[in-house]
């Protein structure tokens, strides 16, 4: 049982280059999220999924797009880098009881450095 | 200020102490959770709590609603709890939007 994957967990990049962070759940689960932690700060929404098909900005979305591929994919994309987007990604998904939502399962972190 | 408040911000405790960690936060929430980060690692969900108390193992977490108040607790602490705890709140109503507080890093020494 892999709970959540996202993948690569590390990644160098140039600015001005484009990438996309990949993450899946085999939990059955509607909602995903993608957050990035930087040092300081409680980690930060940048976007997320309520169900399939849908997608949502979170606080900090600009320089980011998202696509909900199908209900267990969601992949972030940065279309050109910067180094303000040097972070660490985690892509999270909260177990749901009817309209209540519980547990948050998280994969394990993408480190992205940008040059 | 920030919706959700940790303290201590650092924390070093010798090995066998009873660790306390604080979380304050200021909206009205529907759970908090309590997470653990190891160094480069990545996150786990400890507790989510809604009311009252849970333990599991030397893990205890509180809270107190009207007083807009959580605790952790560990129990003999050990090595290995060395770790970052993060406090998390989910607020009512909406997607239900999750605000991280910005951890807790504890040490315990042998």
């Known amino acids: 049982n892999a709970g959540v994957t996202q993948t690569p967990k590390f990644q160098v990049l140039k600015t001005g280059q484009s990438m996309t962070l990949q993450c899946a759940q085999d939990?059955?689960?509607?909602?995903m999220y993608w957050y990035r932690q930087d040092p300081g700060m409680g980690l930060r929404l940048i976007y997320y999924?309520?169900?399939?098909?849908?997608?949502d900005k979170g606080e900090v979305p600009n320089g980011y797009n998202v696509s909900r591929l199908n209900k267990r994919e969601f992949s972030l994309r940065l279309e050109s880098a910067a180094p303000s987007q040097t972070s660490v990604y985690f892509c999270?998904?909260?177990?749901?009881?009817?309209?209540?939502?519980?547990?948050?399962?998280f994969g394990e972190g993408s480190r992205l450095t940008v040059l | 200020k920030n919706e959700v408040e940790q303290s201590p911000q650092n924390l070093t405790a010798q090995e066998e102490e009873f660790i306390t960690i604080n979380c304050s936060y200021s909206?009205?929430?529907?759970?908090l959770h309590w997470l653990q980060q190891h160094p480069g690692g990545g996150i786990v969900s400890l507790f989510m709590?809604?009311?009252g108390k849970k333990k599991h193992g030397r893990l205890i977490a509180t809270i107190n609603i009207q007083e807009k108040h959580s605790s952790l607790h560990i129990t003999a602490s050990h090595p290995r709890d060395s770790a970052v705890y993060i406090c998390?709140?989910?607020?009512?109503?909406?997607?239900?939007?999750?605000?991280f507080g910005t951890g807790t890093k504890l040490q315990v020494i042998p």
């Open positions: 939990m059955n689960h509607n909602s």
């Open positions: 998390a709140v989910r607020s009512l109503g909406g997607y239900q939007k999750v605000t």
């Open positions: 999924s309520a169900s399939e098909g849908t997608t």
């Open positions: 999270a998904s909260p177990q749901a009881y009817g309209a209540h939502t519980g547990e948050l399962f």
């Open positions: 709590l809604s009311s």
């Open positions: 909206v009205g929430i529907s759970a």
